[in-house]
Every structure is written in structure tokens, then in C-alpha cells.
């Protein structure tokens, strides 16, 4: 299964415990799982409204149709249309 984990890059790029996650579950899927996993990162500035607003916007413009199971972790990489999401909230929620 192809796998695209996509995260926000933060603007200016500061390496805390979201990129060691990424990282670290990168590494995980890629090495102990018979899966191949691609880390896309998007610079993602967030010192203002509109510079969110914009990144929701280059964020949609994702295309991730490529990938078997897209795996987002923080706004505004959900956004991204791909593939049927790995949860589906069933109807009865």
C-alpha cells in the first residue's frame, strides 16, 4: 500500500515533537511494514488569518489521488481531497 503522510511545515521551520512523529512514523511504515510511506510537507505560515487562508488553499491544491491511504495530522493538511479516508464515522454516530 502507498502511503502519504501529509504535515504542515511550520514557517520559519522549527524541528519540535510533530516533525519527530512524522519522522519516526515515516521510518516505522517504511521499514517494519511492507508499505512504502512519502512525508509531504507544505510550508504552512500561520502569524496571521490570511496566511492560514492561503495555506487551507495551496493545501486543496494537494493532489494525493496517487496514494492507496493518506494519513493527515493537523490543519490545514486535511483539507486534501484523496482517497477514501482509513476512517469512515459510521451513520449511527
Not at 511504515?29 to 505560515?45: C, E, G, M, Q, S
Amino acid at each position: 500500500m502507498d502511503i502519504a503522510l501529509l504535515a504542515p511545515s511550520p514557517v520559519p521551520l522549527t524541528i519540535g515533537g510533530a516533525e519527530n512523529l512524522w519522522w519516526g512514523l515515516l521510518d516505522h511504515l517504511n521499514r517494519r511494514t511492507p508499505h512504502t510511506a512519502d512525508l509531504i510537507k507544505l510550508p504552512t505560515p500561520e502569524r496571521s488569518f490570511w496566511e492560514i487562508v492561503d495555506s487551507y488553499q495551496r493545501w486543496s491544491a494537494l493532489d494525493a489521488s496517487g496514494y492507496d491511504l493518506v494519513i493527515s495530522g493537523k490543519y490545514p493538511s486535511w483539507i486534501v481531497v484523496a482517497v477514501p479516508s482509513a476512517f469512515e464515522p459510521s451513520a449511527d454516530l
